[in-house]
């Protein structure tokens, strides 16, 4: 493979993953705010209302460790892993 291309692979790969991170990070605020939603509801036991939040804060917690990966998977880019698994 040619340098060049080379580069423009691996900025598809960078792409590709950061868009892969951001929409699990936009689902996962949606989840967040739905369960906040629920626990908006009038008359809603206490303990349903922990279990809500506690879901909430959940998911919204999950965009820490999706982050942390993405910087694991450029790593993994910039070091040619996948082109090297690709020759076998």
């Given at each position: 493979?040619?340098?060049?291309?080379?580069?423009?692979?691996?900025?598809?790969?960078?792409?590709?993953?950061?868009?892969?991170?951001?929409?699990?990070?936009v689902l996962?605020?949606?989840?967040?705010?739905?369960?906040?939603?629920?626990?908006?509801i009038p008359?809603?036991?206490?303990?349903?209302?922990?279990i809500f939040?506690?879901?909430?804060?959940?998911?919204?917690?999950?965009?820490?460790?999706?982050?942390?990966?993405?910087?694991?998977?450029?790593?993994?880019?910039?070091?040619?892993?996948?082109?090297?698994?690709?020759?076998?």
């Amino acid at each position: 493979m040619k340098p060049g291309n080379i580069e423009d692979r691996k900025r598809k790969l960078k792409k590709e993953a950061v868009v892969g991170v951001t929409a699990f990070a936009v689902l996962q605020l949606f989840c967040t705010a739905s369960f906040m939603g629920l626990c908006c509801i009038p008359d809603l036991p206490r303990w349903l209302w922990y279990i809500f939040a506690g879901f909430a804060v959940f998911c919204a917690a999950m965009i820490i460790p999706g982050a942390l990966l993405l910087k694991g998977r450029f790593r993994e880019i910039e070091g040619g892993e996948l082109d090297e698994a690709s020759q076998y």
